[in-house]
């Protein structure tokens, strides 16, 4: 079973529009990621935020975590036609597996 | 530096048929990981190790065998292949216990099962 869950599944917005990706999770973490995934291509690493942090940048994202509500959302702002692809929340427990979920399709129009 | 790399890129077999896929990694790496991913799915964890000599299953295993007889390779092998294999294998690394468990990702391996 998979630990984290995106929503929406599909995501469609203009170039210059905010993009929100959130993800669910169901048991307790160390740390939650992000990772991006092109078409046809393997998964970069994004963003990491640990379990003791709430919310974390990095250019453009903006990473927040509530684990009272096991829940992280991801935030892209003032998106570019490159940003489209898939992205992936995984989590990471007390051991040596990260779980990913099923991922959001971000499409960005020019 | 050429990261983790994947062999072959694609690959066609019949059912029954057997191959191994070769992940290879120049980071010195002490953990690694053998993903499918499906559509819809997600990455689905098939195996893992975090030494040389070591493995262990993941969420998926059945189907599949794995060996860490170096520490930069991992392969996956498919004794008798099934159409319900047909997947996207991704292997990714990590540094070790650092705690982060940060992935890097090869390309990916396209596998059809006919």
């Known amino acids: 079973s998979q630990q984290g869950e995106e929503d929406p599944q599909a995501l469609s917005i203009q170039e210059g529009e905010n993009a929100t990706m959130n993800c669910s999770y169901k048991t307790s973490i160390n740390n939650l990621q992000w990772y991006r995934q092109n078409s046809g291509r393997g998964l970069v690493h994004l963003i990491l935020?640990?379990?003791?942090?709430r919310e974390k940048h990095s250019g453009r994202l903006r990473v927040t975590l509530d684990t009272s509500k096991k829940s992280s959302s991801l935030l892209i702002t003032a998106s570019r036609a490159a940003d489209t692809a898939s992205y992936f929340c995984?989590?990471?427990?007390?051991?040596?597996?990260?779980?990913f979920g099923g991922g959001t399709r971000l499409m960005v129009k020019p | 530096n050429a990261g983790v790399t994947q062999t072959p890129k694609f690959r066609v077999l019949k059912t029954g048929q057997s191959m191994t896929l070769l992940c290879a990694q120049d980071?010195?790496?002490?953990?690694m990981y053998w993903y499918r991913q499906d559509p819809g799915m997600g990455l689905r964890l098939i195996h893992y190790?975090?030494?040389?000599?070591?493995?262990a299953k993941g969420e998926v295993p059945d189907g599949y065998n794995v060996s860490r007889l170096k520490k930069q390779n991992f392969l996956l092998g498919l004794e008798s292949a099934a159409p319900s294999q047909t997947s996207v294998y991704f292997c990714?690394?990590?540094?070790?216990?650092?705690?982060?468990?940060?992935?890097?990702f090869g390309a990916g391996s396209r596998l059809t099962v006919l």
């Open positions: 995984a989590t990471k427990d007390a051991g040596n597996m990260l779980t």
């Open positions: 190790s975090v030494g040389e000599g070591t493995t």
């Open positions: 980071m010195n790496h002490e953990y």
């Open positions: 990714a690394s990590v540094i070790g216990s650092s705690g982060a468990n940060v992935l890097t």
């Open positions: 935020i640990r379990s003791n942090e």
